[in-house]
């Protein structure tokens, strides 16, 4: 220091005195402000941490309990008792909300929860609370322009979900079909005729598909990427229109990621189908069902790729409107069989049961399937009937019954020797004619659809569960006869209208005008074109319904309740009222006596011919059978059968994992 600030009376020992008291003063006061600071911030701290832990508690009791938001919600309500049994009882002070909603990935791989109250993947609690404003925040307050104030509220979130919520599925009807060289080409005609292509597909190449397993998680990743959707769930799959011929390809890349199988059968018979079907779009989601916030886990099971490749074409023909039309060879006779699907099936549905139950059998979160609504016709040229002996002899009978009675009640000639003189001597006698019609009979099936939904579960643990799935199957109509294919296969199949069918006129009973010239040798014997039905006839029908039975529940049990992503073991529902031969359905066919022409008595005669006709009439059947039989159920059951359906029973399996995937969890 200078000598003149010194001399001055700068920075002297007497000035300094008290400098390092102001210092202490000051440093102490900082010291307990902090220490204030520190106490205060740990009071809400520890605020924070019990409201947090009231909020893990109550969102981990509401997913382990399988609560959710929609309906009876029940998912509020068991978080409000857990928070009451920690000491946080919901008020106007204390409050807990609850929602529930999916969970997803965004851009960012960073997991995202949406509030949506039909679903239930994951539950948010949200608590609330008041608590005395700290220090500091009282300071903040002061100087905001709001004043100061007392009470400070704090806020905790969690989000939990249970990986381990029961799930459960439903399948209807596992394929059994095994298929013939004679069956591939039915099935080859069938689908191409649905999707509106040529499909030509040998019974290797059938088969391949029938004894292929596609993993539905795999394929739906599939088709996410061959579709370029980005979103983390796969709801915007199933809700997308896709074409047929995508939906197709993506099962080639699954199957074939490196396309070194494309000389396989069953990669040949994809190929194929995929051609025919064109540029058809189609929603995937009506024929998986698969329920809104259902873990990608549980997707994880496999599907029989025929099933699912049937389902498309059934989709496909819904969409297009078209007929299936196309001539079948047995070797026995000329068959033209018609198709057409009115609604297409739902294979199968997985979800959580604990919601199915709560929803009518066809709700959002339902649990339900049902085969497809198909109209069929199949046409059968009979052979020719007169090569039949039996009938031959029955008809041989009633005509001599009848020749003599009819002329006179026909008027056909002058009775007695003035006509048989007349016929002598060259002049035509009309005598009556019996006929024995070959026509072409069709067979209509009217098959709706069969369902069946999950109406109640119990989860204790997995080897006391049960499932118990309600089934409807419809009524099936038969009808035979004669049958308008323009009022069976309409060409809108929004509203089908009730079918008529006319009966099959198999005998007739009509009347011939032939002379018999003076000298046969030198000249012809002349007839003119005969008459037909002029004396009436017979004919033959079907029309009933059989099959209809309605809420059938049945309880699978833990012998026959397999996890899901296991081969389900199905119940059978049987069809009452189906005989097991469609041939010995024919059995019921009635016989019709068509009136005659004239106005004559005729119809009194054919009633008096009771014995006769009853002689004829099982003659007649027999052979129909005998034709028939056979054939029908061959041609039936490729045909339906290869659809998922079974005019004798309806096969429904159902799966049921209790607590799939682990224990509830928070995730945010």
Sequence with gaps: MSPQLRGMGFYGPRQQHGAIGLMAAVTLGMVLLFMLLVVDSGRLYLEQRKLQRVADMAVLEAVSR?????????????????????SFTPGSVQKVNTTCGPLSTNSSQLRVFTADATKSDAIRVIATTTVPTSVAGGLWSMFSKNGFNLNTNLTASAVGSNGGAPLAQLTIRNTTLTVDSSKSKILSSLFGGLLGGNVSIDAAGWNGLINTKVNLLSYMNQLKTDLNLSAGGYDEVLKSNI??????????????????????TTIASLRALKLAAGTTTV?????LNIQSGTSNSALNIDMNLFDLISGYVQLANKTNGLTAAFPIDLGITKITA??????????????????????TKTGPHSIYVKTAQIRTVVSVELPALSTVQKILDAVSSLSSALVGTLRNLLNLNIVGTLESLSCALGAKCT??????????????????????????????SETTKTLTATTNTSLINIKLGIIDKTQAFPGSTTNPQPLTVAPLPVIDIGTISCGTPLLPLFSPRTCDPRIPSIGGGV???????VGANLKQPYTYGPANLLPVGQTPLPHTYSTNGIVTSLGNTLNGIKVHIYQPIQNNILGVLMASLDSLLTTLTPILISTINTVLGPVLDRIIDTLLLSLGIDLNQV???????????????LVL
């Design 338 to 359: 018609r198709i057409q699907v009115l609604e297409p099936p739902q294979l199968s549905a997985i979800g959580n049961p604990a919601l199915a139950v709560l929803e």
């Design 431 to 460: 005598s009556p004619s019996l006929q024995l019609l070959s026509n072409t009979i069709d067979i209509y099936i009217d098959a709706p659809s069969a369902e069946s939904y999950v109406s109640a579960y119990s989860c204790a």
């Design 66 to 86: 399988g609560g959710n938001c929609a309906g009876a919600s029940t998912a509020a309500g068991f978080a409000n008792q857990s928070a009451t049994r920690n």
């Design 651 to 665: 096969e429904v399996g159902a799966n049921l994992s209790c607590n799939q995937g682990g224990r509830a969890q």
């Design 539 to 545: 004919g033959i029908s079907l029309d009933t319904s």
């Design 243 to 264: 074409e047929v011929g995508k939906l197709i390809q993506s099962t080639i890349n699954l199957l074939d990621p490196n396309n070194t199988l494309s000389t396989t």
């Design 283 to 287: 929603v995937l989601g009506k024929i």
